[in-house]
C-alpha cells in the first residue's frame, strides 16, 4: 500500500485525511500546531452562563454553500444551529443599508433597482451550463454596468461578508460570486447556521478517529523529491519517506517547505497573492454604526464614502447569534488600524487569505498541470476558491486522486462541490468520485459549450498506460493534433464560431509500452497581445472591427483617428482599405485548424492568416512563418505535397485583387512560384486539390467581400454566383503561367478533398460535398453532413460526372503514399444511427465498392483517422489508423489505434488520456521521433 504525508491541519488537510481515512488508506498527518482547524478557531469566552465557546475563524455556515462541510459533520454527528442573518453596511447617516429591509436608508433608495436587475444577472449566470467559459468572466466586467454607490456601497460590502479578503473581489470568477449571492440575497435575511460547540467539536472528533496518524506539534522543516519518492523532515530531526506528499498549506509555505523546486513549480507558487487581516474576539460596542440597529448579526462600517478600496471593517454581533445579554463581538479589519479597546479584547488573531485575482485564475490553470510531478501535490483556497468549503473539497478531491473513495457517494451537492473545486486543482478536470455529464448540455452558443469548451491548461503527461499493444511502426512517432481552444473569453458569444479559437497543439508520443502527452498554445501575435493584457483584445473573425477594443487597436499600431476612419468605412459598407486590412488579418488567425510539414518546417496553419512554425522537439511557437518572405497574405491551412516530387503547392485568398495567390515550394521549403489567380470576387476557398499533372481550385459561392468584413458575417453563402472548378496544368504553374480553365459544377460546397488523380483526358476527385457551406451564415447542425462523392471531370467535353459513395463523410485521409496519383483506399468520419457528430471511421475501398466501419461505444465521438503504413513498402492500406476520440460518459479522451484492413475487430490499441481534448480539425502523424515515453 503506497503512503501518503499530509501537511498542514487546516480545511485542505483535514479534507484529504478524512477521505483517506475513510477509505483505510496509509497516511500521516503534520500539523505544526497543538490543536487542528488552521482557521477554524473556537475560543471559550466568560459569559453570565459560564464559558461560550465562540468561533472567530470559520463563523457562519449553510448547507447549500458548505456541502462538504456539512456532510462531513453528519458523518461526526456534530450538530448545528440556525441563525437570522440581517446583514447592514453603513458609511454614515446619509449611505447605510440593512438585506431585508428595503426601505432603510438613502443609499439603499437609490440602489434597489440595480439591486434587482443584478440578482437576475446573478440567476442568468447559474443557468449557464458547467464548463461554460462565461463562468471564469471576472465579477467586474458584470458589475460595469452598474453604478459606484451599487458596486462599492452594497454590493463588494455584502461580498467581504463571505470572503474574507478584501481586495480582488472584482476579479473573482462570477460563478462563484453568483454561488454565494444565490444563498446571501440583497432583499432578505440568509438562513445561516453555526456549529453548536464552535468548530472545535467536529476538529476534536476528527483528531479521535485519526490516531496515531495525527502528529500535532509536528512542523516539518522540508519536503525532498528523491529516486525513492518523498523524504519528509521535521523539525525534530527525524526523516521519512513517502510515495507522495499533500501539500495542504498556504502557497508561500508550500514553496517554503520544498528542497530544490523546479523553476516552473516555484514561479507558479510565487505568483499567488496573499493579505492579511486582524480578527478581535471582544466586547467593545463602540465598533458598531451607530446608524444602524445595535442588534444587526452582522454590519460592515467604513468612515469613508464607498470607494473601490474596502477599508471599513465587519464585524458579528454573536452574542446575538448565541442568545447571550451580554457583547460577543468578532471584528475583521486590516492590519495596522485602531482594534476595539485592549481592555475589552478577549483573543486576537492576524489570519492570512488568498486574493481573488486575474493571476491567481492563471497560476492556478499552471498549477494544476503540475499537480502529482514528483510525487507532489497541492491543495488549499489559493488553488480554488476563498473559502473553507473549497479548501476542504480541494483536499477531499486531491484524496480521491489518489486513490481514496468518495466519503459521502449518497450527497449530490456535495459531489457537484468535489466536482467543481477538482476541475480547478487538478489536470484531469475530475475525480473518479466525481462522474460527469453523459451528454452536451443546452447553450446559446455550442462552440463554447461541452467538448467543443476550451481547455486552457498547458499540460505534460508522462508514463500513461496503453490498453493492447503499439504496433512497431507507430512506435517512436508522434500524433499531432491542432484545433481552437480560447485563452479568453470572447467579447460577445454569440459571434464566437469554432474556427475562432487560439490554436492549441496536441501531441501524443508512443513507445512500446506507455506513452506521453502534451499540449501547448500556439503563440500567435493574438494570443500574445491578449496574454499580455491578461484580457480579451479583439472581436472574432466576424466581429473583429465592431468589437476589438481601444487596447487593442493601439497594440496594432493604430491611433484613433486610424479606427475611426475604419469603423467609418465598415459603417458605410464599404469595408477597410488594403492597408487597413493588413493590420487586422495577422490578429484574425489562432493558427487553429491543420498541422503540416513544408520543408524542414513543422508549421500550424489556418487560413486567415500567415502559419505559425512550432519546435517539434518542445511544440514551443518559434513565431509567425511567411516562408522567407514570399507569402504576401494569409495562408490556406491545406497545402498538399507531392510524395514523388516532394513538391508543396499551398494557396491563399485575400479580400483584395488578387483574390488567391498559388505558391509552389520545392522539397527544402523554399517558394519558387508565386502565381496570382484571376477571380471576378473574392472568395473563400479552405482547400484545392492537386493530381500529378493538375491543379484544382474550388470557386464556390461562399464569398469574403471587403464591404462585409466588419459586418456580423464577413462570410456570406451567395448561391447566385453559382460554382466553378478551376484547372491548372502543374507544368504551367511551375513557368509561373496562370493558364486556368474553367469548368461550371452544379451548386455544391466542398471543405475537403480525399484525392485526386488522373485518368487520360479525365480528371478524377473524391470529396466531400455538402449542399451549402456550413457553419458560415448557419446554425450548428442546420445544414446535413457532407456525403463522399466521386467526380469524373472531362478536360475536354467540361461534362462532370458523380458517384455517390457514402452518406456521412468529412475529414478525409489516405495512405499519403498514393497522394495525387490513383489510390484504392480512402477513410472518412461519419455520423451514424443519428449521432449528431462523428462516432464511427469508414474505410472507403474504391476497388470493390465496399465500406468497412468502426463505430465507437455509446457516448464516444471520433476525429479524423489518420493512416500510418505497417513498413515503408507495404501495400496500400496495410497499417494503422490514429483517431483522437472523446468519450461523453467518461468526459475524457482517448487515442484509438485501429487496423486499417480490419475496423470490425476495434482498436488493437487505445491510449486513455487524463483529460478530455477539446474537438480538433486535422493533425499529422511524425513517424520515428519523440520521447518513447520518458
Known sequence: MQRIAIIGGGAAGLGAAWTLHKSDLDFV????HSELGGHATTVDVPTEGGLTPVDMGVILTAPAVYPNLYAMLAELDVKTQGVAVDFGASFGPAKSFITGRPRHGQLWARVAEEAARFECAMLDVLDLPAGSPELMMPLGRVAAGYSSDFVHGVLLPLMSL???ARTGLLQMPVAFAASYLRQVSLFSPTPWRIVQGGTRAYLRKLAARFGSRLRLAHPVACVEVCEAGVRVHDRHGAAELFDHVVLAVDAPDALALLRAPSENLAAVLSAFEYEEADVYLHSDVRVLSPHLPAALLSQYVCEDAPGADLTGQMTYNLGVALGLSSPVL???????????DPACVVSSRRFRHARVTGRALLSQRSLATLQGNGGLWFCGAYASAPTHEAALASGIAVACRLGAKLPYPTRLGAQRSLKQHAGLILPTGSTDAAPNSASPRPSKNPFLNWNFAPW???????????????????????????????????????????FDGDGMVNEVQFAANTARFRNRYVKTLRYRLESAADRVLFGTISSAVRETTPAGWRALGLTESDVQDLLARVERKIGPTEDQYHHLFPILTGANTSIAQIGSRLLALEEAGPPYRIDPKTLATLGEDRLGGALAGPLSAHPITDPRTRETYALGYFPFPPYVRLYVIDASGDVVVTLPIDLPRPVMMHSFALSARHVVLFDFPTTYLAEDIGSTCALRWRPEHGARLGVLSRADAANGQASVKWFAVPLCWVFHVLNAFDEHRTLVLDVCRYERVPFVDAKFGEVAPASLERWRLDLETGRLSTEHIAASAEFPTLDERFRCGPHRYGYVVAQTGGALLSNTITRVDFAAQRLDSFTARQGMYVGEALFVPRTADSPEGDGHLLSMAYDALENRSEVLILDAMALGQGPVATVPLPRRVPFEFHGLFLPGRGSRGE
Open 162 to 164: 463571505f470572503v474574507v
Open 29 to 32: 498527518l503534520y500539523e505544526a
Open 330 to 340: 468578532v471584528t475583521v479589519m486590516a492590519p495596522g488600524k485602531p482594534g476595539p
Open 456 to 498: 486552457r491548461q498547458e499540460n505534460d503527461y508522462s508514463a500513461l498506460a496503453v490498453q493492447g499493444q503499439i504496433p512497431p511502426s507507430i512506435v517512436g512517432g508522434s500524433l499531432l493534433r491542432v484545433g481552437p481552444n480560447p485563452a479568453f473569453d470572447p467579447i460577445d458569444a454569440r459571434r464566437y464560431t469554432w
